[in-house]
């Protein structure tokens, strides 16, 4: 069983729509993380998540972002007004505490049309 | 400067011989090192962690040289399987426990028969 599921693995909308990004990590998983990858492009850090409040994020992750854990579970990304630049693959990542390395999901190919 | 700096490659290798190929990092104060395989379109995938003494896994072996802020992947004996790209992942600390995987675009490996 995968540590960290993702759903959807692909999610096509078009631009200036919101879209939310589901993560659902094993439960002993206390920090979580959103990573994006434009195609052809490495992996880069938008927000890292613990004790139910970002503790930090890129300057990727602007007003358009936000994260959230409602339910002890599930870990979304919500962006809520998709631009073309947007299009990438979204990974959700969970693991423990003092730089242990991280578990990722499948991901989610998120295009914008 | 780059925070995580890698060869691109592509690194051709016939089936069977050794490739070893070189990350540089910025951070001297970066703790924990990673590689991680990625291949097309799919989620990293933890290869192995660098112990400051090197680490052999199998076929991989994995070194760390501080004083000259590198790390280093060897691939002995290559398997057509081994086509991927590797990602090289440093630990960027903000506290004592907390941090962000920091990626390198990765070096792409193609092992031919």
């Known amino acids: 069983e995968p540590e960290v599921t993702q759903t959807p693995s692909h999610q096509v909308t078009q631009m200036g729509q919101e879209v939310i990004l589901r993560c659902v990590p094993i439960?002993?998983?206390?920090?979580f993380y959103w990573y994006r990858q434009i195609l052809g492009q490495k992996v880069e850090f938008l927000v890292s998540?613990?004790?139910?409040?970002?503790?930090?994020k890129s300057e990727i992750f602007d007003d358009q972002f936000s994260v959230e854990r409602p339910d002890g579970s599930n870990f979304t990304l919500k962006i809520r007004s998709t631009k073309l630049e947007d299009s990438a693959m979204y990974f959700c990542?969970?693991?423990?505490?003092?730089?242990?390395?991280?578990?990722f999901g499948n991901g989610t190919r998120l295009t914008v049309t | 400067r780059k925070e995580v700096e890698q060869d691109p490659g592509p690194f051709n290798v016939p089936e069977g011989a050794t490739v070893a190929f070189n990350c540089t990092y910025s951070?001297?104060?970066?703790?924990?090192f990673f590689w991680y395989r990625q291949d097309c379109r799919k989620e990293p995938k933890l290869l192995m962690s660098v112990y400051s003494s090197g680490n052999e896994d199998g076929r991989f072996t994995a070194q760390l040289n501080r004083a000259s802020q590198y790390i280093s992947l060897l691939i002995r004996d290559s398997k057509l399987s081994d086509s991927a790209t590797y990602l090289c992942?440093?630990?960027?600390?903000?506290?004592?426990?907390?941090?962000?995987?920091?990626f390198g675009a990765g070096t792409q490996v193609v092992v031919t028969p």
């Open positions: 998540f613990y004790n139910n409040e970002i503790s930090e």
């Open positions: 439960s002993n998983h206390l920090y």
């Open positions: 951070n001297s104060a970066s703790q924990s």
């Open positions: 992942v440093v630990w960027a600390a903000f506290t004592d426990s907390w941090g962000k995987l920091q």
């Open positions: 990542a969970a693991g423990g505490p003092h730089n242990s390395p991280l578990h």
